[in-house]
């Protein structure tokens, strides 16, 4: 049973650099997320989808885009690195009606 | 804007020492409240929740945390703490009328001495 599994694990990307982070759930989850963690600052909710063609804005969407064709996958596009977006980024699940996240392993992103 | 607060954010104890970990969150309805903990490397994983209830929860590897609805607050607690509980801890709040999403704290950084 894998849960959420995110690649890569770790990137550095030069600022202008486009790269899609990747993010898949084997729970049949209805809800994914993504989540940027910087120090002290907690984890801020960068987008989420309530299921397949469904996609909204979370509180730091800006630099980021996302889709969900499918029920398990959800990926996370940047398309113009910024050093500002030097962070972790965990994707998560959960299932409709359950409020408990899973998450994944989390990809450490380098802007230089 | 519903905030979470931790206001400790960096704890050293030593083994054996009592553990206390705040957490107040602003929302003024009826909440989901969640402590996620996250080992050194690892990703965040769930320690305890609480929907409703009896408001004292147990969660795993002896933690616990008690609702107090008129202080807003959802502390984290630990009679006894070990070298292994070295981690961040992260409290989450879920308003009811949120869907699914959670509000994160900002985290509590917890070293122990052994």
């Known amino acids: 049973n894998a849960g959420v599994t995110q690649t890569p694990k770790f990137r550095i990307l030069k600022i202008g650099q486009s790269m899609t982070l990747q993010c898949a759930q084997d729970m049949n989850h209805n809800y994914m997320y993504w989540y940027r963690q910087d120090p002290g600052m907690g984890l801020k909710l960068i987008y989420y989808s309530v299921g397949a063609g469904i996609t909204d804005k979370g509180e730091v969407p800006n630099g980021y885009n996302v889709s969900r064709s499918t029920t398990e996958d959800f990926p996370l596009r940047l398309e113009l690195a910024a050093p500002s977006q030097t962070s972790v980024y965990f994707c998560a699940s959960s299932a409709r009606g359950n409020t408990e996240a899973f998450f994944g392993q989390g990809t450490r992103l380098t802007v230089v | 804007a519903q905030s979470v607060s931790q206001h400790n954010h960096h704890v050293i104890l030593s083994e054996a020492a009592s553990l206390e970990l705040g957490c107040n969150y602003s929302?003024?309805?009826?909440?989901?409240l969640f402590w996620y903990v996250q080992y050194p490397g690892q990703h965040l994983q769930l320690l305890l929740k609480y929907f409703s209830g009896d408001p004292l929860v147990k969660g795993i590897k002896g933690f616990e945390a008690e609702f107090i609805k008129s202080k807003f607050s959802f502390n984290l607690r630990k009679p006894s703490v070990q070298w292994s509980d070295t981690a961040e801890y992260f409290c989450?709040?879920?308003?009811?009328?949120?869907?699914?999403?959670?509000?994160f704290g900002g985290g509590t950084r917890l070293m122990v001495k052994p």
């Open positions: 929302y003024g309805g009826t909440v989901n």
């Open positions: 989450a709040v879920n308003p009811n009328n949120a869907g699914n999403m959670l509000t």
